[in-house]
């Protein structure tokens, strides 16, 4: 069962679920299809009745060929208490859904394949579903993740990596279990372009219990009722550490609970990929619930490419504080852009990419890109999905100069809990036992919450007991800010300064200069 975190957006996880909302979803599949037989039919008039029949006939077959075109490409996952005894896959997925079963899964949901090529299948998901196995993978009492095809055929999977601020995961099937029809599990395609808006028509594969039974998901259309929304907040966070879906990235639908579990793709009418289903929002007053998507945008398409390599998914970062402005700072602004309030900027550390950007304190943000910003909760949303390093263009007003472009290269968005980040590569590797980051990589290297003084160089995030940095008396935390009197600002360029050097001297920011030999 879902814990309290996640008793106001969940996703039914038990046939108890599904029986008390059974009277919601009526009402729903009954506006839905009113609904779809509107859209469907909007080019029929009165005068031409022939054309009515066609018109469903074509919906009709689309739904049908989406069907059969991306079945197989949908899985259902379950994380379930690990058991000493052996038994494999196949035995354990059934004494936990055999109808008498005294215990039920952890977690359940669906998930959809995104890359099947030389031996590596890998399943992308949410991070809801493999909870169990990240807070709970050192501990006595483990998780097994097993996976579901279409052909009924059972695996275990395993992490390739999680990342709990886009709310992502991607597992990959146990390489060393053979799947009959391997072949024919074709990945998704990702729209390079996406055209959803608000009134489109996406079509749901899911249904999480009735595919545990014989590996076929259940299909149904939903209407896509608002975009850009955020879950409930909680209030005891700040801006900087909530995830990206609590910022506006959110569609959301007029789904039938049991299609809402977490996990379930979404598609376009057209067949591509176009988002999982993030959450549920019961209003029990009403008698009513609405889903939450994850929708498929430049954004995701990054940091699903990154999990899938195994990495730690990386934001963008200005460095700035900020808030939204009130109406009355337009009040004798005149704009080409249709907005009446912006991000206004309160402070900007020296050293930080905004600074270098030319950026000053009362700076209204109007664009990011090609992106109007009309709080500071879009400002966040917007550079964070950019990566560190990337140029990004600002559109600003400053009173007295007016309207101006200017550009900054971003830093990297500081973590404040990585306990539940997965991964199982790395961008760079170590370098004589010692690895570094961007130096706002982990909040816990900062000087203070308030980034006061924005940190130059690259922090020391871990060093191998024993090696060679660890005899050279590194330390976790350091800011190393000079190679060889070479100043360094980004992971990448020290290992360029660092490459084929047999003898390096590292500057510390704290001022102390330490010589490291390959010996």
């Known amino acids: 069962m879902p814990s309290q975190n996640h008793t106001r957006f969940m996703a039914t996880t038990s046939p108890l679920g599904n029986q008390l909302q059974l009277m919601r979803i009526n009402n729903i599949q009954r506006l839905s299809l009113v609904l779809l037989f509107l859209i469907v039919s909007r080019q029929v008039t009165a005068a031409d009745d022939s054309k009515f029949p066609a018109t469903l006939q074509q919906y009709e077959e689309q739904l049908i060929q989406i069907s059969n075109e991306v079945s197989d490409s949908v899985v259902m996952i379950a994380a379930i208490h690990a058991t000493n005894a052996e038994k494999t896959p196949t035995e354990r997925f059934e004494e936990i859904f055999h109808p008498e079963a005294s215990q039920l899964p952890a977690r359940i949901g669906m998930g959809v394949i995104v890359e099947n090529s030389d031996n590596q299948l890998l399943v992308l998901t ?22 579901k095809f279409s052909t009924n055929e059972i695996a275990h999977a395993s992490l390739v990596a999680a ?13 060393e279990v053979e799947l009959k029809t ?8 990702f729209a390079e372009t996406t055209n959803t808006v608000k009134g489109s028509i996406l079509v749901a594969l899911g249904d999480p219990w009735e595919m545990a039974k014989d590996g076929q998901s259940g299909l149904s259309a939903a209407i896509v009722t608002d975009m850009q929304r955020s879950l409930e907040l909680d209030s005891d966070r700040t801006l900087a550490e909530r995830t990206l879906h609590e910022l506006g990235t959110l569609l959301t639908l007029d789904l039938p609970v049991r299609f809402a579990s977490h996990g379930t793709p979404l598609f376009t009418i057209q067949g591509e990929f176009a988002g999982l289903v993030h959450s549920q929002k019961v209003f029990s007053q009403q008698g009513e619930a609405v889903s939450f998507a994850v929708p498929n945008s430049e954004g995701f398409r990054r940091i699903v490419k990154e999990l ?4 730690e998914v990386e934001y963008g970062f200005l460095g700035i504080s900020a ?61 964070t999905l950019l990566k560190p390093s990337e140029r990004v263009e600002l559109m ?24 539940l980040i997965v991964t199982t ?39 191998e007991e024993g090696s060679i940095a660890d005899r ?36 510390l920011a704290s001022g102390t200069e330490i010589t490291i030999s390959n010996d």
């Open 182 to 189: 391997n072949s024919n599990f074709t990945p998704v395609q």
């Open 425 to 463: 590569q790395q961008r760079h590797p170590d370098w004589r036992g010692l690895h570094v980051d961007y130096p706002t990589s982990r909040k816990r290297y900062l000087r203070d919450r308030f980034l006061s003084v924005y940190p130059t160089g690259v922090v020391i995030v871990s060093i």
């Open 126 to 147: 949410t991070t809801h579903l493999v909870e169990p196995i990240i807070s709970r993978q050192r501990q006595q009492n483990p998780f097994d993740l097993f996976v």
């Open 163 to 175: 990342d709990p601020r886009s709310e992502l995961a991607v597992l990959k099937i146990d390489p």
């Open 308 to 311: 899938k390599q195994g990495y």
């Open 323 to 383: 808030e939204t402005s009130s109406t009355d700072a337009f009040d004798n602004i005149s704009l080409t852009t249709p907005q009446s309030t912006a991000a206004i900027v309160l402070r900007v550390p020296e050293n930080s990419p905004a600074a270098n950007a030319g950026m000053k304190r009362d700076d209204l943000i109007l664009r990011v890109n090609d992106q109007i910003i009309e709080t500071n909760e879009d400002l966040v949303r917007e550079i």
């Open 396 to 419: 600003l007003y400053r009173d007295g100069e007016g309207t101006q472009s200017v550009t900054a290269t971003l830093g990297k968005w500081p973590i404040y809990d990585d306990s």
């Open 472 to 507: 050279a008396g590194l330390q976790v935390g350091q800011f190393i800010v000079k190679v060889n009197g070479q100043s360094v600002e980004t992971p990448q360029q020290f290992q360029d300064a660092v490459a084929d050097q047999q003898e390096v001297n590292i500057s």
